[in-house]
């Protein structure tokens, strides 16, 4: 789940002033000796290293910091030396941005961290946009294993390229235009499958055990999360694809259509929804949630973080979610908050437990750097956190044939209310 708390980066003037302290504590203590030992030469060199520092700004730091570490003076030389060897020996042209943004991926790679990921501004306007439901590209869904790192297809959007070229959700990507799957961060994976209309990406992917190919023309994705239908006996059904930045207002829009033309049960379908925006997922369950907490979040310094239903119009009808392996993140607060409240019922399948949110810090030039900075808990206290939520009415999918057992069972349980 990603958090968009954006913050413009600029140079940290503290960081001059934090390498200031401990020579201003020396200046001090060398003051009250010139007092004592009229020591002219203890103050000239106290006054020559604050000259240093205020020229070398945060490089001093980096070089008294020892160690391995990204700021250490040996790993500053190590780049320099590094760089030094390509304008002198490599064979073709070099690309500075490229280089430059290679290193930052690679230091962001260096975290222990399956969602963190460097963007490049282009690429991070791509996932913005996709965050908006439009964006250039074929149409998929994917779902990343963070132990294993195999990348699952869970949805083909309709009428789209990927449709089109016959994917399937259940089918594993291998490569795309030979950038392995597995070995990638899951952002950098989608920008590369994203972008460009008209061009055409080359896809490995495997189904039951067998490897296939598809070239297929990315083409202008406009996608509606939200997809809602009254069923029989006047059941609400909605399915939400992902928790996109206009999700909550179309889920209220449907939400209040169905009521008026008499809804007396609700469906609300998180299958293989892999999650999205903290802010979407609240303010949906906003819609309907009784008054009180709906999440919290902690950081490393253990501050709590609140989100809260103001329950305006707590729902007073029969409500079922469904879900199943691949439900992750928000659709995982969604489902912990309607199970905690014991407003509704889950039916399908374990959830797939990822319990940590990211957030995305932009940089000046529209670049931006997305990292894990908490967990989450659901309002009774639990971190699902690699172990997922378990349904209150375990229904295993039928993979032999077309009917949905799993939603057949949603409106069984409707109607009984």
Not at 103 to 127: K, P, Q
Not at 241 to 247: C, D, E, G, L, R
């Amino acid at each position: 789940m990603n958090v968009p708390n954006r913050y413009i980066y600029r140079q940290d003037k503290r960081q001059v002033g934090e390498t200031h302290l401990p020579f201003a504590a020396v200046a001090e203590r060398g003051q009250s000796m010139r007092e004592k030992r009229k020591d002219f030469w203890w103050g000239a060199l106290v006054g020559a290293l604050a000259v240093t520092v205020v020229l070398m700004g945060g490089r001093l730091s980096s070089a008294l910091s020892g160690g391995s570490g990204p700021e250490s003076r040996a790993t500053q030389n190590k780049i320099r030396a590094v760089n030094a060897l390509i304008k002198s020996h490599y064979l073709n042209e070099r690309d500075e941005q490229a280089l430059s943004d290679g290193m930052l991926r690679g230091l962001v790679a260096g975290l222990d961290d399956t969602y963190a990921a460097y963007y490049t501004a282009s690429e991070y306007e791509e996932i913005q946009n996709a965050n908006n439901g439009e964006y250039d590209g074929l149409g998929l869904v994917m779902q990343k294993d963070g132990t294993t790192g195999e990348v699952t297809i869970v949805d083909c959007y309709e009428g789209t390229p990927a449709e089109a070229a016959g994917i399937k959700s259940g089918d594993v990507l291998i490569s795309a235009d030979g950038l392995l799957a597995a070995e990638v961060e899951l952002d950098v994976l989608a920008a590369a499958i994203k972008g460009s209309e008209g061009k055409t990406v080359r896809l490995v992917l495997k189904r039951d055990g067998e490897t296939y190919e598809r070239d297929v023309e990315k083409a202008r994705i406009e996608v509606h999360m939200v997809d809602s239908r009254m069923l029989e006996d006047q059941i609400g059904y909605i399915r939400i694809s992902q928790f996109t930045a206009h999700v909550a207002e179309d889920f209220r829009k449907a939400y209040e259509s169905m009521t008026g033309e008499g809804m007396k049960g609700l469906i609300v379908d998180l299958r293989s929804n892999p999650g999205g925006l903290m802010d979407s997922v609240v303010d949906t369950l906003n819609v309907f949630m009784p008054q009180g907490l709906l999440v919290y979040t902690e950081d490393r310094a253990g501050e709590r973080t609140e989100y809260g239903s103001e329950g305006e119009t707590p729902i007073e009808i029969p409500l079922v979610v469904l879900v199943n392996g691949s439900s992750a993140s928000a659709s995982e607060i969604f489902a912990g908050a309607v199970k905690d409240y014991g407003v509704g019922t889950l039916v399908g399948t374990v959830t797939f437990g990822k319990g940590i949110v990211q957030k995305t810090y932009t940089m000046a030039d529209g670049s931006a750097v997305k990292m894990t900075t908490a967990y989450y808990y659901t309002p009774k206290g639990e971190c699902i956190h690699g172990k997922g939520i378990q349904p209150d009415v375990e229904v295993e999918p039928n993979t032999d044939g077309e009917e949905d057992v799993q939603l057949q069972r949603a409106v069984e349980i409707c109607r009984k209310g």
